[in-house]
């Protein structure tokens, strides 16, 4: 039983990393490696009677939050669907306690995700750029009327909306792990953070730019430290 609770803790720990990347395939598989996460979470809460995870505010909150929705969309819209979406919700939220019962279990696990979307933004940086410049990208798919830049998710125009709302979390990764990111990937990051700024407005998406701005806005006005850097 140790060595199932071990093996499902590092898949775990491999699903959470493949996140960012399977994001860009769609939302079945992303979504399947999140189901799978909670599963495993809370199967080893419950063998191991670990409740206390479960004994925070943010989960109090997030509880009265998801009832509200769920009576919601039960006695005002009235529709099915909205109804099953409003359930499965809840998923979130205790994919919240497996990401803090994961970076508990592995101090690594931060540094190796901020690996990840060091290599996939500028994978998508480069691809989209090259999309730009020569009219299609390197796996072939052409740019959108526009002229609009897609990359890797070719015919779907949300390149601007993954980066935007995933930029944020990468680049409050370099600020935790200042003291463990050397100076060229530091200044490396600094770059990737300008030429995304250059491709969202590429990808003609408007809101997407507004929300990397906003985003940049208030975390270098939040943050104490990187003086040059504002």
């Given at each position: 039983?140790?060595i ?27 979504d ?12 080893d ?41 409003s359930i ?6 205790i ?20 690996y990840?979307f ?7 940086i ?28 070719n ?76």
């Amino acid at each position: 039983i140790f060595i199932v609770i071990y093996i499902m803790l590092k898949i775990s720990n491999y699903l959470f990393l493949s996140i960012p990347l399977l994001l860009i395939t769609g939302p079945f598989l992303s979504d399947l490696a999140l189901s799978l996460i909670v599963i495993f979470f809370l199967i080893d809460v419950f063998r191991n009677k670990r409740f206390e995870f479960f004994q925070n505010k943010f989960f109090y909150f997030f509880f009265i939050f998801y009832i509200y929705i769920v009576l919601n969309s039960l006695f005002q819209n009235q529709n099915f669907d909205s109804l099953k979406i409003s359930i499965g919700y809840f998923r979130f939220g205790i994919f919240t306690l497996a990401v803090i019962h994961i970076i508990n279990n592995n101090n690594q696990i931060l540094k190796k995700l901020n690996y990840v979307f060091l290599i996939i933004f500028t994978v998508l940086i480069v691809d989209g750029f090259i999309q730009f410049f020569y009219g299609q990208n390197i796996l072939g798919y052409p740019l959108s009327i526009g002229p609009r830049v897609s990359s890797l998710f070719n015919d779907e125009l949300i390149l601007g909306s993954y980066i935007s709302r995933l930029f944020p979390i990468f680049f409050g990764l370099i600020i935790f792990l200042d003291k463990e990111i050397n100076k060229v990937q530091y200044i490396f990051s600094c770059s990737i953070f300008i030429l995304a700024e250059v491709l969202i407005y590429l990808s003609g998406e408007r809101i997407a730019f507004f929300y990397m701005n906003l985003a940049a806005i208030f975390t270098l006005i939040a943050i104490k430290n990187f003086k040059k850097l504002r």
